[in-house]
């Protein structure tokens, strides 16, 4: 039976430092399977749920971008306080040696075991005479390091440019759409509305420029689409934040299809793709105050996506 080269990571975002970390790996060990270990939750929501880091994907992203990486199988490992407190020979015996591996490879900043005492250095004590033991560098995009953390910052500063940069995509926000005040569509501009779950990463509060695309298989009118023919994806205006001229309090993503007013989006789920910032987020005094500003997003908005499309 082939030996396996195993991956280990939270690869958060799956951006191209993790995807390096993939290449390397099949590049090193050629005809063996791929298998990439990963953690959910994320460790600190676990160790410390105060500081922990705002997630860029959800579990089941993040294992199709894994896959689509290049990965053969992806394990998860559920991350429990039980786990934590392994120290670092027993996460290998009980995580790693079953997977018969011939190479582990981590990016150089990994760390595991209990107060994450092992480092790759451990590892490859760990493994000698069984497996070997790669440790990579982190990519960089320019002199910047490409980490989740750079991704999270040029988010919360409403970057959504330089956050691609670093993912190698435009970031992607999902959820399943939701019913709200039903207020854009008196005003002429009906939104799709996602909420935004504390534990997830969002850009900052503002209007920006993207695509939005249903993920379930069926067309605008919710009927299902001819076998082959790939997701619907539409241009969109896109407002994240509280609606503060409403004295909304709930954060949302609310998305303005361009060009259509017959989707059928209750409840489907979809996914917006952030491409470029219009302006950050103001409270208005008026309704036609409001529409005029609106309409001048939507314009700009097209200019944004004839300049930048970002698909």
Known sequence: MTRSVVVIGNFDGVHPGHQQVLAAA???EPGAPLVVVTF?????????????????????????????????EVRVLEFTRELSQQRPEQFVEQH?????PVRIVVGENFRFG????????????LGRGRFEVTGLPLVHVGDEETCSSAVREALEAGDVRHAAELLGRPFRFRGSVSHGDKRGRELGFPTANLPVPKEYACPADGVYAGWVTRLDGLDAHGAPLPDGQEAPTW?????????????????????????RDDLELYDAPIAVDFC???????????????????DADVAAVRTALAEHPCR
């Not at 790693?96 to 018969?100: N, Q, Y």
């Not at 709930?250 to 998305?255: C, I, K, L």
């Open 114 to 125: 209990h107060r994450a005492s092992g480092t790759v250095g451990t590892l490859a004590d």
């Open 235 to 259: 241009p969109a205006a896109i407002s994240v934040g509280r609606n503060p001229t409403f004295d909304g309090h709930d954060r949302r993503v609310e998305s303005f299809v361009l060009d």
């Open 26 to 28: 099949r590049e090193a």
């Open 96 to 100: 790693l040696l079953p997977l018969d």
């Open 40 to 72: 959910w939750p994320h460790p600190m929501a676990v160790i410390r749920p105060d500081g922990a880091p705002k997630l860029l994907t959800n579990l089941e992203d993040r294992v199709a971008l894994l896959r689509r990486a290049g990965a053969d």
């Open 276 to 294: 470029a910032r219009i302006r950050g987020q103001v409270k208005f005094t008026g309704i036609e105050a409001l529409i005029e500003q609106m």
